[in-house]
C-alpha cells in the first residue's frame, strides 16, 4: 500500500534475505540464550522470539510444526523451546526477550545491541543487580528496589539466586581487592645525576 505505515524493518535486504537473516539470528538466540548485532536487527527477531515463545505456550501439533519451520537446527531446539523454555515463561504474561544497548561494535559505529532471553542463566540485568546490590550493601535506592521487584518477579526462587549471586560478587570483589597492582613503570625513568641533585 502507497504511503502507508512501515510495518517493520526491511534492513536494506530482499524479502527472502531478510527472513534467512532473522530465522539464523534466532535460532543462534535460541541455541545460546544471548546475541549481540546491530539494534535494528535485535529489534525485529526481538518479534520473531516472541512469537516462537508464544507458540510452545500453545503447545499444539500446528505449533511445534511452525517453530520446525522456523528454526535451521530443529532436531536441536524444538525439544528445548517447548521443554525448558516452555516451563520458564509459563507464569510470565509476556516480554520474554530483552534489548539492550550496547557501545558500537562494528567500525562504521553502527547502533549496537544485546538480545537476549530474560530470566535465564545468561540474563545480563540480574546480574547487573546483583552487582549493584553487591556493592551498595544494606542500604538500597529506589532504582535498585524496582530493579530486584523486576528481575525477581516471574524467575522460580528469584530471591534465593539474587541473594546467591550477590554473595558470589561480594567475595569477587574482596579477592579484586586483595590483588596487589604492580607499581607503575616510568616511561621516562630520571637521569641518575638530576635525581642526585634534588634537595631532601
Known amino acids: 500500500m502507497a504511503g502507508g505505515r512501515l510495518q517493520y524493518r526491511h534492513l536494506s535486504r530482499s524479502s527472502s534475505h531478510r ?29 520473531l522470539a516472541e512469537k516462537l515463545v508464544t507458540l510452545a505456550k500453545k503447545d499444539t501439533a500446528a505449533t511445534r510444526r511452525r517453530a520446525h519451520q522456523i528454526f535451521y537446527t530443529p532436531e536441536k531446539l524444538v525439544p528445548k ?8 515463561y509459563l507464569t510470565r504474561p509476556g516480554g520474554y526477550t530483552r534489548v539492550l544497548r550496547i557501545e558500537p561494535i562494528k567500525e562504521d559505529q553502527a547502533e549496537s545491541a544485546i538480545l537476549e532471553l530474560v530470566d535465564g542463566p545468561k540474563d545480563m540485568r540480574f546480574a547487573m543487580t546483583a552487582k549493584t546490590l553487591a556493592w551498595q550493601g544494606k542500604r538500597m535506592n529506589e532504582i535498585t528496589a524496582k530493579n530486584v521487584q523486576k528481575v525477581t518477579q516471574f524467575r522460580k526462587n528469584g530471591v534465593k539466586e539474587l541473594r546467591k549471586m550477590v554473595e558470589k560478587m561480594k567475595l569477587h570483589n574482596e579477592k579484586e581487592r586483595e590483588v596487589q597492582l604492580p607499581e607503575k613503570r616510568k616511561v621516562y625513568p630520571e637521569e641518575p645525576n638530576k635525581r642526585d641533585m634534588h634537595l631532601p
Open 19 to 47: 527472513q534467512a537473516l532473522l530465522r539464523n539470528m534466532v535460532t543462534s538466540l535460541f541455541q545460546h540464550e544471548t546475541i549481540s548485532t546491530t539494534w535494528h536487527k535485535a529489534k525485529e527477531a526481538q518479534r
Open 81 to 88: 523451546l517447548f521443554g525448558e523454555i516452555k516451563q520458564r
